[in-house]
């Protein structure tokens, strides 16, 4: 009875296996969940107008957000992507245009860039931060150079999928070209963002490799035993 909930605890074993990006990404579902309203909303504006466009695109995040929740999948994504396009059709009505639709998007990879880029500066690399954060192995880190050095790469590679999604897309969005941008926000979604974990891979692999290291080569704490037959050793007194 005790074997399952130990094996469960090895959290700090460098054995346990990681995530793949697959699976960090929300898995194949999660690809599809993110690209069910935005397909919708196009093929709905060109056969039926915007009005029919934005509730389309409304009621398919709400119906994924129900099926996920039936499914006893993550929430989170599931909360945060119905208030995504729930957000971008607000915008899609106030502006009148189906173009609309994607201006929040095109800004929020804006922010993010912005968000990611300063973190760097600051020396709090946000892919190093947030990774740690989640599996809770504390600041080490921050004090090995090469490690925030890796992170620092993984942060701005990151950084840079948010600024390529924003140049192209904020193109696209001035030249007009609903269906392209559409398409532009797909591909440059979790496919883009994939390249960008690959090169966060790279730097946890890289970190806690070292940091494994370092910990191995540390001397082990005395235990209080040991303290004492070393004291003992050293105050004894000595044979007549």
């Given at each position: 009875?005790?074997?399952p909930a130990s094996s469960e605890k090895k959290t700090d074993s460098g054995d346990e296996p990681q995530p793949t990006l697959l699976e960090q990404m929300g898995g194949v579902s999660g690809l599809?969940?993110?690209?069910?309203?935005?397909?919708v909303f196009v093929l709905a504006n060109a056969f039926f107008g915007?009005?029919?466009a934005i509730w389309t695109s409304v009621g398919s995040a709400v119906a994924i957000t129900v099926l996920r929740v039936v499914r006893k999948e993550p929430l989170q994504p599931a909360i945060s992507g119905f208030f995504g396009v729930a957000i971008?059709?607000?915008?899609?009505?106030?502006?009148?245009s189906a173009k609309g639709f994607f201006l929040f998007g095109i800004y929020a990879s804006l922010v993010y860039c912005g968000i990611f880029v300063l973190s760097v500066v600051v020396r709090w690399p946000i892919a190093g931060v947030v990774w740690n954060v989640l599996n809770g192995t504390g600041q080490a880190w921050r004090k090995d150079k090469p490690?925030?050095?890796?992170?620092?790469?993984a942060t701005l590679a990151l950084a840079l999928v948010f600024a390529a999604r924003f140049v192209v897309q904020r193109w696209l969005y001035q030249e007009d070209y609903t269906g392209?941008?559409?398409?532009?926000?797909?591909?440059?979604?979790?496919?883009?963002y994939a390249l960008g974990l690959l090169v966060v891979v790279w730097a946890v692999r890289r970190s806690d490799k070292r940091l494994k290291a370092q910990a191995e080569d540390e001397p082990k704490?005395?235990?209080?035993?040991?303290?004492?037959?070393?004291?003992?050793?050293?105050?004894?007194?000595?044979?007549?």
């Open positions: 009875m005790t074997e599809i969940y993110s690209s069910v309203p935005v397909i915007l009005t029919a971008a059709a607000f915008i899609a009505y106030r502006t009148g490690s925030r050095y890796g992170y620092d790469i392209w941008l559409a398409f532009a926000k797909i591909a440059m979604g979790y496919p883009l704490p005395e235990t209080d035993a040991e303290i004492e037959a070393r004291l003992r050793e050293k105050y004894a007194a000595p044979e007549a």
